[in-house]
């Protein structure tokens, strides 16, 4: 048997237990909530990996090696800037999220919470967390196609776009008949898949090179600088603002809605505790595992004759040259786990986004069935236009992640944080901050200067004006409002009874 039939064998495999798991989630899946929120019962198990799959993307298995591999341990800033917004987050948000959400009248979705918990009459709120969510993404679900097509163009030396339209045929298959519980229930299994192929390349990669000593050793060879946290320079202005950049990452996590869905659909506030523990336990050993990918693959391909095209490629390429072809199936498999679970994901927040923040506002009353059909035609048709953009795909799958990271990020995380810990917060100063957020990460992205040389990530600047601006007008606009305050003081008390 051949290589190449035993890696297809690996894959069909993966591709058939995804389905699978979406027929299973399908038949445990009866209304229009059940499809969104799972109805409120993700284990803390499911909701840790859920939310760590969803989260890593192809980015893990791709962006990151290739930007350690390209850079050194410079790039690695941005593993922990995320590993510290993680921690916070579920430290902070999750418990609380979780107990807000179902006293704020049971909000299923972001922007549904924010009108909720600000009692905003005019829906303006909610249609414009609404609208970001489809627009950011729609550029995000682009991004994971982009990655898919990339995969599939080196794996298996189809065209680039065959690839991408594979992933997106089976993501789609298993999204849109599982909804949110297929999505959840095939998270735990790709995010496990992430895992071991994390840990089991870079350890055959090194011993393939003769151990760490003998990887360090090649590593500075190539460049000493590569296994410098200061990119090998001294602490000058622009290494800090570009550490400053990496770390900012973790800014992010506070307004990304397909994480912090995850924490809306535990049982209960008390989940999230274990969940915290077994989600940052996955993250910190993925992300180590990764960062490990990256440098050990400059060893490698430094002493062992082999050439590699693309930086973003050497996950790929250490699992093909150093694995027996079935196991590099499954690790193939591992790195599609990791752009499908965050797709499917996007793809179910974009649907909750159309179906319950515009649908509701602009339309009318409608059955469950009628809702959940509008739902799995929202996910088609933001596939679709995700497709379409990703055709001919501008920029580097860290790049592309990296903006809309920045967009929810900005216009998200300050709403949430300050709507879960600020009694004053008003409807018009989350709408401002809001889109002022979005609109500084769009300009910032396109025309924003270098500090020292260095380009600030956009999520910086983007944040920090949606915070002065939220605050500034909730203050100039705040009204009291005994039942908003009743609310927090139920929410907080709930929260903190686990």
Known sequence: MSDRTLQIIALVVYFGAMVAIGVYAYRKTVDHEGYMLAGRQLPPWTAALSAGASDMSGWLMMGLPGAIYAAGLIEAWIAIGLTIGAYLNWRFVAPRLRAYTEVARNSITIPSFFENRLHDDTRLLRVAAGTIVLVFFTFYVSSMLVAGGEFFRLAFGTSYLSGMLIVAAVTLAYTLIGGFLGASLTDVVQGTMMLLALLVVPVVAMVAVGGPGATVDAIREV??????????????????????????????????????????????????????????????????????????????????????????????????????????????????????????????????????????????????????????VCVLVVAVIAGLLAISPSGTILELVAFAWAGFGASFGPAVLLCLYWRKLTNWGALAGMVAGALTVILWSAYGPDIYGVALYEIVPGFLVNVVVSIAVSLATYTPDTGMDDEFDRAVDVAHAR
């Open 223 to 376: 460049d000493p600088a590569r296994l410098s946290w200061l990119g090998g320079g001294s602490l000058t202005a622009a290494t800090v603002v570009g550490i400053l950049s990496a770390a900012a990452w973790g800014l992010g996590y506070f307004g990304q809605p397909h994480i912090i869905v995850r924490f809306m659909a535990m049982r209960s506030a008390e989940s999230a505790g274990p969940a915290r523990r077994i989600g940052m336990t996955w993250m910190i050993v993925s992300l180590a595992g990764a960062v490990a990918c990256g440098l050990v693959g400059i060893a490698y391909f430094s002493t062992s004759g082999e050439s590699l095209d693309n930086p973003e490629h050497v996950v790929l390429a250490l699992s093909q040259l150093l694995l027996h072809p079935l196991i590099v199936g499954f690790v193939f498999a591992a790195v599609l786990a990791a752009i499908m679970s965050t797709v499917s994901s996007q793809l179910i927040v974009c649907s909750s986004a159309f179906v319950e923040d515009l649908y509701h506002v602009f339309g009318r009353e409608s059955s469950q069935r009628t809702l959940l059909t509008l739902g799995r």
